[in-house]
């Protein structure tokens, strides 16, 4: 499986960006796609997911400002984040879940500033 991401860049805080993230080769049997994000010294942590069926997680700390939404005709995940914070700012992963096997994209940076 191979994932494209785009959609990072710099914005202010209160602004919006939108991620997408494309899946390609062996995705018969992807289960769940999202996002995770580190921050630098932080840890790689959960944004949001969302399966097949459109079952969604989500971080109690994007919870109605971040919105996930999945094309699985497209093999492609949305990330709409509103209202941003500063404490947003990190790289952001695409991931894909086959159940034996966990695929990471090459991460797209988000600056968020004051």
């Known amino acids: 499986v191979q994932l494209q991401a785009s959609g990072g860049g710099l914005v202010q805080a209160g602004g919006s960006l939108r991620l997408s993230c494309k899946a390609s080769g062996s995705i018969f049997d992807i289960k769940a796609m999202g996002w995770y994000r580190q921050a630098p010294g932080n840890k790689r942590e959960l944004v949001a997911l969302?399966?097949?069926?459109?079952?969604?997680s989500n971080s109690d700390s994007v919870k109605g400002r971040f919105t996930i939404s999945r094309d699985n005709a497209a093999n492609t995940v949305l990330l709409q984040m509103n209202n941003l914070k500063p404490e947003d700012t990190a790289v952001y992963y695409c991931?894909?879940?086959?159940?034996?096997?966990?695929?990471w994209g090459q991460g797209t940076e988000v600056t968020v500033s004051s």
């Open positions: 969302i399966t097949r069926g459109g079952t969604i």
């Open positions: 991931v894909a879940d086959r159940g034996l096997s966990i695929y």
